[in-house]
């Protein structure tokens, strides 16, 4: 079964870090381009970041600068380190695989980030 | 370009058949993608590369595009599909993907 399982979100400070973790499975990881979408509670979905399969990083314009992503293909697993949190980042985050028209065919459950003093 | 625009929300009668819309610069040259998104769950690809249906997706739902605007088609509209729609493209510079603010779809 083709499946993505995120994990690592929490409640953490403004300014704090957090690192969020997706396991794929059921499908050659290696071959996909991923990404991070997230959605805050009663709004739409946000793009947040992408990495191609050789692991050339883009970013949403808010986020560039504090958030990393990157891949391990061996272990079929993507990853975003968040860091210099703000409220506005307050989300559920969504790993998702890319197909070839730019679609995103695949979703995780998501992990839910809280930033709140 | 650097958004997709959506109607807030669309209502349908049950049984009749309903459009949603999708407009951007981005879409002359971008496929578009369109989700559906129920509460409380990921969003789910109901519409690959402006007008294909992946696996699973009941043939009542269609996609097109030309020009600016991709349109997401539901014919025979059952109350199982009163749900969020959203689109979803690159920006105009290809680096970016964009998501429309989405559509709330209401079945009377």
């Known amino acids: 079964e083709v499946q993505l399982v995120e994990s690592g979100g929490g409640l953490v400070q403004p300014g704090g870090s957090l690192r969020l973790s997706c396991a794929a499975s059921?499908?050659?990881?290696?071959?996909?381009?991923m990404h991070w979408v997230r959605q805050a509670t009663g709004k739409g979905l946000e793009w947040v970041s992408g990495?191609?399969?050789?692991?050339?990083?883009y970013y949403l314009d808010s986020v560039k600068g504090r958030f990393t992503i990157s891949r391990e293909n061996a272990k079929n697993s993507l990853y975003l380190q968040m860091s210099s949190l703000r409220a506005g980042d307050t989300a559920v985050y969504y790993c998702?695989?890319?197909?070839?028209?730019?679609?995103?065919?695949?979703w995780g459950q998501g992990t839910m980030v809280i930033v709140s003093s | 370009s650097s958004e997709l625009t959506q109607d807030p929300a669309v209502s349908v009668a049950l049984g009749q058949t309903v459009r949603i819309t999708c407009q951007g610069d981005?879409?002359?040259?971008?496929?578009a993608g369109w989700y559906q998104q129920k509460p409380g769950q990921a969003p789910l690809l109901v519409i690959f590369?402006?007008?294909n249906r992946p696996s699973g997706i009941p043939d009542r739902f269609s996609g097109s595009s030309s020009g600016n605007t991709a349109s997401l088609t539901i014919s025979g509209t059952q109350a199982e599909d009163e749900a969020d729609y959203y689109c979803?493209?690159?920006?105009?510079?290809?680096?970016?993907?964009?998501f429309g603010r989405g559509t709330k779809l209401i079945v009377l």
């Open positions: 998702a695989r890319e197909t070839s028209t730019n679609a995103f065919d695949v």
């Open positions: 059921g499908f050659t990881f290696s071959s996909y381009d």
């Open positions: 990495v191609r399969t050789f692991g050339d990083p």
């Open positions: 981005s879409l002359r040259r971008f496929y």
């Open positions: 590369g402006n007008n």
């Open positions: 979803n493209s690159r920006d105009s510079s290809g680096n970016h993907v964009l």
